[in-house]
């Protein structure tokens, strides 16, 4: 385990919460930030630089776009390194996906197909980041409603090969493997038994909201919409990575309809519980090469 992230669970800070966390510094593991949010904002940017003082920072970004085609944002990098030198922040993460084309931003995170043409892609675009960066750039698996019918090998096979090939390490949205794997037919079991463990630096746990599946009347279609709290089975799911993976740094994420502060340290809270309640050898803190 990193040391600085020995002190429990994290929250992702968002804009409406940061006053109140500069004024009252909670208890809580660490913060973790879309730089997205920072870059145009300078008063922002003061706050959390005060606030990399009193907590370890991670660096979540949603708009560097590894997959697109047409390469990445690399203004947008730029940006990222510069907020990146200023906060030190112990992990630089983003998405396995694709936000960006031809000049164009679309506020999405899209899929792609897993497949060798879009693994030379996507590792030449990680090589890149972390080359920009000086260290080990994390990668999220996605939230997934389609697949693709040109795709050779499975998300996990996928991910397993962008860690080899580029030295990447992994973030394992635990809630996005929950719902993913509702939506798309597999199970969240055996997806996380696929993982390599011991690329597995972070892990995050959101809200997602079941909705009518047009396509399937009568079924479910469930989005991430981290706009509720996590739900039990979720919470199962959180305990048996940690079995399986070890203790890893854990971030609440809550982006839509945001609640009051104290609802996501709750929820932070209720982590630190999950992982003090298995025995010490279901989550021994296994070895990974630190992230910075
Ligand atoms: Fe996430």
Redesign the pocket.
């Known amino acids: 385990m990193n040391s600085q992230l020995t002190n429990g669970t994290g929250i992702g800070l968002r804009l409406p919460h940061i006053s109140e966390t500069v004024a009252t510094l909670p208890h809580v593991g660490w913060l973790e930030i879309h730089p997205e949010n920072f870059l145009a904002n300078p008063h922002a940017t003061e706050l959390l630089t005060e606030l990399a003082r009193h907590y370890p920072l991670s660096v979540h970004t949603v708009g560097i776009s590894v997959g697109s085609v047409s390469g990445i944002d690399r203004t947008h990098l730029r940006r990222v390194c510069s907020l990146v030198d200023r906060v030190a922040p112990v992990f630089v993460s983003g998405h396995l996906a694709w936000s960006t084309h031809g000049g164009e931003y679309l506020n999405d995170l899209l899929p792609l197909p897993f497949n060798e043409e879009a693994l030379d892609l996507i590792a030449a675009h990680i090589d890149e980041v972390q080359d920009a960066l000086g260290r080990p750039y994390l990668i ?1 698996n996605p939230s997934s409603y389609v697949g693709f019918r040109t795709s050779t090998m499975s998300e996990a096979q996928f991910l397993t090969q962008l860690v080899t090939r580029t030295g990447c390490r992994l973030l394992c ?1 635990v809630s ?1 493997v929950y719902l993913s794997a509702h939506n798309m037919g597999y199970d969240s079991r055996e997806y996380l038994d696929s993982l390599p463990a011991d690329a597995i630096a972070e892990l ?1 746990l ?1 809200g997602y909201t079941p909705e009518e599946d047009e396509a399937k009347p009568g079924s479910e279609v469930w989005i991430d919409t981290h706009a509720a709290a996590i739900t039990d089975p979720v919470w199962d799911l959180y305990a048996y990575a940690i079995r399986r993976f070890g203790r890893r740094p854990t971030v609440i ?1 809550w982006d839509n309809n945001i609640p009051p502060l104290a609802t996501l340290l709750r929820q932070a809270l209720r982590a630190d519980e999950i992982v003090a309640g298995l025995s010490p050898e279901t989550h021994p803190e296994t070895h990974y090469a630190e992230a910075r």
């Open positions: 999220e949205d996005n995050h959101g994420e």
